[in-house]
């Protein structure tokens, strides 16, 4: 009923920069939540920026002031810019939503990408 389909990762030299989109689509009434996720190899999944519906967004300690989360609601896409990349942000990244779909208007339902590579080399 719904997908998100990430773009955009890539290798890239440290202090480089990427550009990742997330595309939602399908059966979607109305997206609570966008954010991105990443994870190392050997490592768990951890928040990178998350963006809410009415306008607040959220990064971890170690991407404040590298990357920024926009998000076009018009087209149900989010996006998240990396700039200054350093080799610890190696990983795969994942678009994560929270949406309320056409069938199922009272219940949020949870919803990942397959993820996209972004390899940083030093």
């Known amino acids: 009923q719904v997908q998100l389909v990430e773009s955009g990762g890539g290798l890239v030299q440290a202090g480089g920069s990427l550009r990742l989109s997330c595309a939602a689509s399908?059966?979607?009434?109305?997206?609570?939540?966008m954010g991105w996720h990443r994870q190392a190899p050997g490592k768990q999944r951890e928040l990178v920026a998350g963006f809410t519906s009415r306008g607040t967004s959220n990064y971890a300690d170690s991407v404040k002031g590298r990357f920024t989360i926009s998000r076009d609601n018009a087209k149900n896409t989010l996006y998240l810019q990396m700039n200054s990349l350093k080799p610890e942000d190696t990983g795969v990244y994942y678009c994560?939503?929270?949406?309320?779909?056409?069938?199922?208007?009272?219940?949020?339902?949870?919803?990942w990408g397959q993820g996209t590579q972004v390899t940083v080399s030093s």
């Open positions: 399908g059966s979607i009434f109305r997206i609570n939540y």
């Open positions: 994560n939503a929270i949406i309320q779909t056409t069938t199922k208007r009272n219940v949020a339902e949870n919803y």
